[in-house]
């Protein structure tokens, strides 16, 4: 027989999950936006300060120096900032899911009981 009080309870312990899962979606997203931005405009004032550092030099060599240490400082910086991406990414995952592990732990078990 279907019960209004239980459905009322269901329904706002999924209320309560999605927002949950809504609020640590939003924060990680801030994050993430905060941290590229971080990077970019690190990026930028490195490759300002290069160009007038290497605009100044008198001999070939000197540049080609300047611009291959240039050239790995930047890779490495963007290869350290693509992996800290990609990790603050799968929190992001973890952290959307952690609040349906529990109901969704709860509906599996209901489902094997009822298999059973």
């Not at 004032?45 to 611009?67: G, M, P, R, Y």
């Not at 992996?83 to 209901?110: C, I, N, Q, R, S």
């Amino acid at each position: 027989m279907f019960n209004f009080e239980d459905a009322n309870k269901k329904s706002k312990e999924t209320l309560d999950t999605m927002l949950k899962s809504y609020s640590a979606l939003t924060k990680a997203f801030q994050a993430i936006a905060s941290e590229a931005a971080d990077y970019s405009k690190k990026a930028f004032e490195d490759s300002v300060a290069h160009i007038e550092k290497i605009s100044t030099v008198k001999s070939v060599e000197t540049a080609f120096e300047l611009q291959t240490k240039y050239v790995k400082s930047a890779y490495g910086g963007y290869i350290t900032e693509a992996t800290k991406l990609g990790e603050m990414y799968a929190d992001l995952a973890k952290d959307v899911y952690k609040p349906y592990e529990a109901p969704v732990a709860k509906a599996t078990a209901a489902v094997r009981s009822a298999a059973a």
